[in-house]
C-alpha cells in the first residue's frame, strides 16, 4: 500500500480523535497510564487546531483518503530540554499516532525518517523526543530506531520526561520513505 504524508487540515479533527481514542485504549489493554489523563474532548481538539493553524500537524494518509497516522511538530519543552541541550539544533516530535489499522508497515519508523529529513534540511542535529516516563515498551521502541536515552526528568505536573534524541541521519527505513505531498490525484 501506498501511503502519503500531507498537512493537517481542520477538517481532519474529528478522523484525528479517533485515531487518539484509539490509541488510549491500545495503551490501557497494554497495561500503560501513558494517555491517561483527561486531554480528551475540547482541550485535546484546540491543541489540534492550534498545531494545524500554524503548520505543525501532518497525517498520513491511504488512496482511499482514511487517515492512517498523525504526528505533530512542537516548540522546545523548557520542562525537559535545557540551554545546555541547545534546543536550536532539535525537531522536536509530537504525538505520534499510528492507527492500529496500519500496524505492521513500519509507518511510525518511516514518520519519524520524514522529519529527520526535515530537520537535515533546515540544518539541525537531532529529531528528539519526550515520552511517558512509565511506558518502558514505547522507550525500547524508539531505541530500537535509533533514538538514544539522554536522561529523564521528572517535574511533579508532568508525567512525560524520558527524553531521548536521534541524529538527523540515522534512518530507520532509508528505502522505504514516505510520499509526500498533495492528496492523491488519479493520472
Do not use: C
Request: proline share 5%; aromatic share 10%; glycine share 6%.
Amino acid at each position: 500500500m501506498t501511503e502519503r504524508l500531507r498537512p493537517a487540515a481542520g477538517a481532519d479533527i474529528p478522523a484525528l480523535m479517533k485515531l487518539r481514542t484509539e490509541a488510549e485504549e491500545w495503551l490501557r489493554s497494554k497495561g500503560t497510564d501513558q494517555w491517561s489523563d483527561p486531554e480528551t474532548g475540547a482541550r485535546a481538539i484546540g491543541k489540534w487546531h492550534e498545531a494545524i493553524d500554524e503548520g505543525r500537524a501532518w497525517v498520513v494518509e491511504d488512496p482511499a483518503k482514511s487517515i492512517l497516522a498523525t504526528v505533530s511538530r512542537g516548540p522546545v519543552d523548557r520542562d525537559f530540554w535545557t540551554d545546555e541541550d541547545r534546543p536550536e539544533s532539535a525537531f522536536y516530535l509530537y504525538k505520534l499516532i499510528v492507527s492500529r489499522a496500519a500496524a505492521g508497515r513500519k509507518l511510525g519508523a518511516r514518520i519519524v525518517d520524514w522529519t529527520s529529513r526535515v530537520a537535515a534540511v533546515e540544518g539541525r542535529t537531532w529529531v528528539r523526543i519526550d515520552t511517558w516516563r512509565s511506558n518502558t515498551d514505547l522507550h525500547a521502541y524508539y531505541e530500537r530506531i535509533g533514538f538514544k536515552h539522554v536522561r529523564t526528568e521528572s517535574p511533579d505536573h508532568r508525567r512525560s520526561g524520558w527524553l531521548a534524541q536521534r541524529p538527523v541521519d540515522a534512518l530507520a527505513h532509508p528505502d522505504y520513505l514516505l510520499r509526500v505531498g498533495s492528496p492523491y490525484v488519479e493520472r
